[in-house]
């Protein structure tokens, strides 16, 4: 049965519509995966060495084990925003000739061959072949503990899917575990209570009782099962597999009327990022991205650094990216309604840009506090915020011309990469690339003051010929009319 599933499964990707495109994408995500896989195991290879440099009275195994509480918290972490339970592929099945049970455990077997589970196999593997070689731990001991922190590894996997399951909303998701984990956090930082070590300890005992590997396993089991039986139950396309019900509610946007010709688009827009999933998830990104900053700006070595350019135009510009990208996709499922309207299609652009324009402003003050790291920053980042208002907000409009992909709006999953064609992959370049080469021109011939002021009179040249702009790319959109219109026809891209 796991075979004929396998092979409808296969069926349907090799006669998608869209088979060259997607072969495209897989191909490029399966070169990033070899490229995380060979790093992670390159770190296996020199953990061992890497913590005896920097605790030489330490046994670094017992250290890693201290540390395998933030892996598994990361882990957890990144599977909630990006793991899903793939159930939709599950509703075709629900008619056929098929056994319910081997639905369900196909579908949960798929989910153990999840990347993140790779990540950690991929560093356990070489350290423990290197630990065994030099250490005096038996292969016993160590195979035990291989099995005990792989079996952690899948209990996260299923409580996540467990999580995926009864929660809808993404903050729902993740607020439960960011509080656990800044308690967790505060208690070891504090030296209040070590939880790091407790938790270590177990792994510790596995050392010495190879035998304790059990009891991940049994946990693993026991949540597998209770997983299968509770999706097996609730396999009905009126129950689990239902799509969610939306509730619609009615937002006062009456102040958007003093926006004249715009405002019943901005209003559409704003409807859009209010009541759809996906439009919503860029919202939920730009909040925590404005938390980007603080990965570059203590650290002394990125002062004066471009990179304090690419931050600054990523912080005010990560609306533009992660919304304009999609312009017109977003209004894929009623597009050709807009195009039989009495409607100038600068006036559609022109409130998406103010839209983007807006949201510029807003990342803007909000990350005025980095002036605690002083007024360069600050400086760089009003610069970068006005280079985003007149040059990238016309150019990520420009490029949606190249649009063609239907966006399922319903679909919330962060590594979404559903309407993804290669006006995506290519706007990128030019919007963080082309800013920073000129700022580092510039700033090597007469420093940064001078660098700043360039990217600001750009950004103002954009924007004094922002009406020209628009009605240029507006005529693009009119040449790409009707490929863009069945693009947006296609269901399965």
């Not at 075709?92 to 061959?113: A, D």
């Not at 195009?339 to 510029?360: C, D, G, H, R």
């Not at 709006?409 to 995506?424: E, K, R, S």
């Amino acid at each position: 049965m796991f075979k004929r599933l396998f092979i409808l499964e296969w069926n349907s990707f090799f006669r998608s519509a869209d088979l060259g495109k997607g072969i495209a994408v897989k191909i490029l995500l399966g070169f990033l995966g070899l490229y995380f896989l060979v790093s992670f195991m390159t770190l296996g290879f020199s953990l061992h060495f890497l913590l005896k440099e920097l605790y030489p009275n330490d046994e670094p195994i017992f250290l890693v084990n201290k540390f395998l509480l933030i892996w598994f918290c990361v882990s957890f972490f990144i599977r909630v925003m990006f793991q899903k339970i793939p159930l939709l592929n599950i509703k075709p099945l629900l008619i056929q000739n098929i056994n319910r049970s081997s639905i369900v455990h196909y579908t949960l077997m798929k989910t153990i061959y999840s990347f993140s589970n790779w990540l950690l196999i991929a560093v356990m593997i070489p350290y423990v072949i290197i630990t065994s070689r030099i250490t005096d731990f038996s292969n016993t001991q160590l195979l035990g503990w291989f099995v005990a922190v792989l079996g952690t590894e899948y209990i996260i996997n299923f409580y996540n899917l467990y999580i995926q399951k009864n929660f809808s909303t993404s903050l729902i998701k993740i607020l439960p575990f960011l509080i656990l984990v800044i308690v967790l956090f505060c208690l070891d930082y504090f030296n209040i209570f070590s939880v790091t070590d407790l938790f270590g300890s177990f792994y510790d005992l596995v050392l010495n009782n190879p035998l304790l590997c059990l009891v991940p396993i049994l946990i693993v089991a026991f949540s597998y099962l209770l997983l299968f039986n509770d999706i097996k139950r609730n396999m009905y396309l009126d129950a689990y597999l239902q799509d969610e019900r939306s509730e619609f509610k009615e937002y006062n946007l009456s102040w958007t009327n003093r926006f004249g010709e715009l405002a019943p688009f901005l209003q559409l827009d704003l409807r859009l990022l209010w009541r759809a999933k996906r439009a919503r998830n860029t919202i939920i990104v730009c909040l925590l991205f404005l938390a980007y900053g603080l990965f570059f700006y203590p650290n002394p070595e990125f002062k004066d650094s471009s990179m304090l350019v690419f931050v600054g135009i990523f912080i005010s510009g990560i609306f533009i990216i992660n919304f304009g990208q999609f312009v017109p996709a977003w209004d894929s499922s009623y597009y050709s309604m807009l195009m039989t309207q009495n409607m100038p299609i600068k006036l559609y652009l022109e409130s998406k840009a103010t839209l983007m324009a807006i949201s510029v402003g807003i990342l803007t003050i909000l990350s005025t506090g980095y002036l605690y790291f002083g007024w360069e920053i600050l400086w760089i980042n009003i610069s970068c915020a006005i280079y985003n208002l007149g040059v990238n907000i016309p150019l990520i409009l420009l490029f949606g011309a190249m649009n063609k992909k239907r966006i399922d709006l319903d679909n919330g999953n962060y590594f979404n990469y559903q309407g993804v064609g290669a006006a995506q992959w290519l706007v990128g370049i030019p919007l963080l690339i082309i800013p920073i080469i000129i700022w580092v021109i510039f700033n090597f011939i007469a420093g940064m003051n001078v660098a700043n002021i360039v990217l600001i009179l750009l950004g103002m040249i954009g924007l004094a010929f922002r009406n020209h702009l628009l009605n240029w790319i507006a005529n693009k959109y009119i040449i790409k009319k009707y490929s863009m219109l069945a693009g947006f026809k296609e269901v399965n891209n």
